[in-house]
């Protein structure tokens, strides 16, 4: 594997692949875990190169505690990339992707109506404003996404047809610990009691399957969040039920054949997001 931390080595590592028709494309933050590396596994399947980028984008950020304290660990993840067989690594500098400042406003369908986008304004633009430039330098064939971030998982499918972008985006499953909780990068952040805490957010939104027979989706987000926010150490910010398509609020259950939970919780200052198809 060839670690590149300029967009000068990129070219140059990116000359040197032999099948430039077949690249696939895993962006990170880095930090990287099994979830990441499901990734890189998918990508692997299907492409003949494999490149990952471990890039914390600061405009996709509106809480600057976040970014400050955003886990780095640059030398592990090209140790585990390594391993997994990636071809190239692309960990740029801030100047390499934004050499000006980024002032583009992306349509994003209204994808970010709920969910994510009201609690982090300008959080899913500046997605768009990355993954559009690296899709732009590293000129992928196939680009992999997880269902963690279910919400920008639709929205990079939604920007990458509307822009005209050929790039085939696939999604692959949340990958958790053994104790249910979703595998995250800002899991290290957490207190050891946050951590044994935390899978108490899983274990509690699971419980929507059986009451969606009984309940209405709003008596159901009611009751589950009542039980997260029982826990002393959690703190519900929201808790949605929304169609898997296209992501407008489920207010009875006729209204979607995929409905889907999705949430955000505070570990104090942590914020962890998950969600599951009810
Ligand atoms: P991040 O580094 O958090 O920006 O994540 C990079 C990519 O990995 C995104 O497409 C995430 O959805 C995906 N990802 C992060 N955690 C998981 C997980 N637990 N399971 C599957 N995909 C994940």
Not at 71 to 79: F, I, K, V
Not at 88 to 93: E, G, N
Not at 101 to 129: C, M, S, W
Not at 243 to 253: C, F, I, N
Request: glycine share 6%.
């Amino acid at each position: 594997m060839i670690l590149t931390k300029s967009l000068g080595e990129f070219k140059k590592a990116f000359e040197s692949l032999p099948d430039k028709e077949s690249i696939g494309f895993v962006p990170t933050m880095g930090a990287l875990h099994e979830g990441h590396l499901s990734l890189v596994q998918s990508a692997r399947k299907k492409c003949r190169h494999v490149i990952v980028s471990v890039f914390v984008n600061p405009t996709q950020f509106n809480n600057k505690q976040d970014l400050a304290t955003y886990p780095r660990t640059l030398d592990a993840d090209a140790a585990l990339l390594e391993k997994e067989g990636a071809d190239i690594l692309f960990a740029p500098q801030v100047e390499d992707i934004y050499p000006e400042e980024d002032t583009r406003i992306f349509d994003l369908g209204g994808l970010d109506k709920y969910g994510e986008g009201p609690r982090r304004p300008g959080h899913f633009n500046g997605v768009a404003q990355v993954v559009t430039r690296l899709f732009d330098i590293v000129r992928p064939k196939y680009a992999f996404f997880g269902e963690k971030d279910y919400q920008q998982l639709a929205i990079v499918k939604y920007f990458t047809k509307a822009l005209g972008y050929d790039i085939e985006i696939t999604g692959c499953p949340i990958v958790r610990e053994s104790d249910g909780l979703a595998k995250s990068s800002r899991n290290t952040l957490l207190t050891p009691e946050q951590r044994l805490a935390a899978p108490h957010i899983y274990k509690t939104i699971c419980k929507a399957r059986e009451l969606k027979h009984t309940l209405s989706p709003q008596q159901v987000i009611e009751k589950i969040k009542e039980e997260i926010d029982s826990n002393g150490l959690l703190e519900t910010e929201y808790i949605e039920i929304v169609d898997g398509t296209d992501l407008k609020p489920v207010t009875k259950w006729s209204d979607s054949d995929n409905p889907r939970l999705w949430c955000a919780v505070y570990a104090r200052p942590v914020r962890l997001i998950d969600n599951i198809a009810l």
